[in-house]
């Protein structure tokens, strides 16, 4: 594919012309990458920093249809988000957990009836297969009413749905992505977009060296998330319609505050929920808030006021209450959400919407909103709404919903027999750290533990089960540049590993750094 010489006359020169450009490495630029180059189109994707660094690692870290969702009638974004949530199971099962949520009847609050009639369209507008239908508990008889406040709530529902290790499915999707050749260039900002003679021309500059290239694509898609304005202003000429919303969601995490194995879901007196779900074996999320942001979606952090309003909310449920000196982390997302005018942040809509303008009949898509649970049907949409101008998009319409994201290619019931299948593989490996194998990298995880026959053929430990091999592994096949790529986005071991393990790893990437340097200083 050649541009034309109006084009090459327009400045720097263009490097590599791609059928479908995006902007943005979250989940839906992510996914709408992997679904066009499994389509057969040349994809080229950049992100101004890790892959899931924004929104897409702020979540409450659910696949699920949103429960209270219905309560503002939204029954086809439900819907569609429940249908979802066992797709995405089947083809990530490492790293979606099918879960059981209980929640308590708060008298005064939503009635009964209100709460099982809610449960049951639940049940049965999302073509449920896998999942277990709703129960009605008593809890002053089972199990998941013990660490409730005594005596006070004796009647509750248990639901299904499923939790995702949401920074890891963005990241395998995009691995999946790149697998079927998509290009995908973390720390790179795109610094300037132009149409011209039905092309876009994209100049991108890399965040660590300074250097600026320029590539063409036939099609451009921002899929900027909280930053979707900014890239519109980045000279691509369109006065955008639509509108985003910045609301904060912010999360913490304690220690473990029960026994069992269920989440709850906790009603608030101001109309919120809340979450407390048991989170990587040894502690509870509790999430989320809703409230409008203002300012820079990169320092975005839960406030001291959102810590004290999260622990208050378990706290009245529970009968171990929770501080804010119990916290041992917390974290927050900025969600881009379509600005449908809703008078409180809470309400406004978790719908999805689409842009689509033709500057000089170049073709850019901008997408508003959207949730985890639906990132593969909205990249659908989205090709469906780019079909006239890109190739192969009718051809395999429909593919990632049967095509498994890496390492996940088997049944769902077989997950649970992967740790014992590493230690048969690898004697050495304790139980803990072959079930955390199994959960980030499912059938891959052998090919990362290699022809090891010790721990001492892991290379260097750098603590919570942490080796050299894997974060050689996270480096080169899942775009890791920093330990906090491995520590918190590629894992969580964040909460596990000390202030010295965590210094001793942030200086072994700032000497392999610095040995790369030196050998491209050396190359003649």
Request: charged share 25%.
């Amino acid at each position: 594919m050649t541009l034309s010489y109006k084009m090459m006359e327009e400045g720097a020169p263009v490097g590599q012309v791609y059928d479908l450009a995006i902007i943005g490495g979250g989940i839906n630029g992510c996914g709408i990458a992997r679904d066009a180059a499994g389509r057969g189109n040349s994809v080229f994707l950049c992100e101004m920093n890790d892959l899931a660094s924004g929104t897409s690692s702020g979540s409450t870290k659910l696949v699920h249809g949103g429960l209270r969702y219905l309560e503002y009638y939204e029954f086809r974004l439900v819907r569609e988000a429940l249908i979802e949530r066992e797709i995405l199971w089947r083809i990530a099962p490492h790293i979606i957990h099918p879960a059981r949520f209980v929640l308590p009847h708060h008298a005064g609050l939503r009635p009964a009836w209100l709460l099982r009639f809610g449960l049951f369209l639940y049940d049965h507008i999302g073509g449920r297969k896998l999942l277990p239908p709703t129960r009605s508990v008593d809890l002053a008889r089972d199990r998941v009413g013990k660490p409730l406040s005594p005596g006070r709530y004796h009647k509750g529902f248990e639901y299904s749905d499923c939790v995702v290790d949401d920074a890891r499915l963005v990241i395998l999707t995009a691995r999946d992505a790149a697998d079927r050749g998509a290009d995908i260039r973390t720390r790179t900002r795109a610094v300037e977009t132009r149409p011209s003679d039905g092309f876009w021309r994209v100049t991108v500059e890399d965040t660590r060296s300074g250097e600026r290239s320029t590539i063409a694509a036939r099609v451009l898609v921002n899929a900027g998330g909280p930053w979707i304005e900014q890239v519109l202003r980045l000279g691509a000429g369109v006065n955008s319609r639509a509108r985003v919303r910045l609301v904060q969601g912010s999360h913490i995490v304690v220690g473990k505050l029960y026994d069992h194995d269920r989440a709850y879901i906790f009603q608030n007196s101001d109309g919120r929920i809340v979450f407390a779900i048991p989170y990587q074996d040894d502690f509870t999320l509790i999430g989320t808030t809703d409230r409008d942001y203002e300012g820079d979606p990169a320092r975005v952090k839960a406030s001291d006021e959102e810590i004290a309003y999260l622990c208050a909310s378990v706290s009245e449920y529970l009968a171990k209450q929770v501080a804010p000196r119990d916290v041992v982390w917390s974290y927050a997302g900025v969600r881009p959400l379509y600005d449908d005018g809703a008078s409180e942040a809470k309400a406004a809509t978790r719908e999805y919407a689409f842009e689509l303008d033709t500057p000089e009949g170049a073709p850019l898509l901008s997408v508003y909103g959207g949730k985890i649970t639906t990132y593969r049907r909205l990249a659908e949409e989205a090709l469906e709404k780019l079909s006239p101008y890109l190739k192969g998009t009718k051809a395999r319409e429909g593919w990632t919903s049967k095509a498994a994201l890496p390492g996940g290619d088997m049944e769902v019931s077989a997950v649970e027999g992967i740790p014992a299948d590493l230690m048969r593989g690898y004697p050495f490996l304790t139980l803990a750290h072959a079930r955390r194998l199994a959960r980030a990298y499912g059938s891959r995880a052998a090919a990362m533990l290699g022809t090891a026959k010790t721990m001492a053929d892991l290379g260097r430990e750098f603590g919570a089960t942490l080796t050299e091999r894997e974060v050689r592994y996270l480096m080169t096949n899942e775009w890791a540049c920093t330990a906090e790529d491995v520590i918190w986005r590629r894992s969580k071991l964040g909460l596990r590993m000390s202030v010295a393990d965590v210094a001793a790893l942030e200086t072994w990437f700032a000497e392999q750094t610095e040995g790369r340097l030196r050998e491209a200083e050396a190359r003649p």
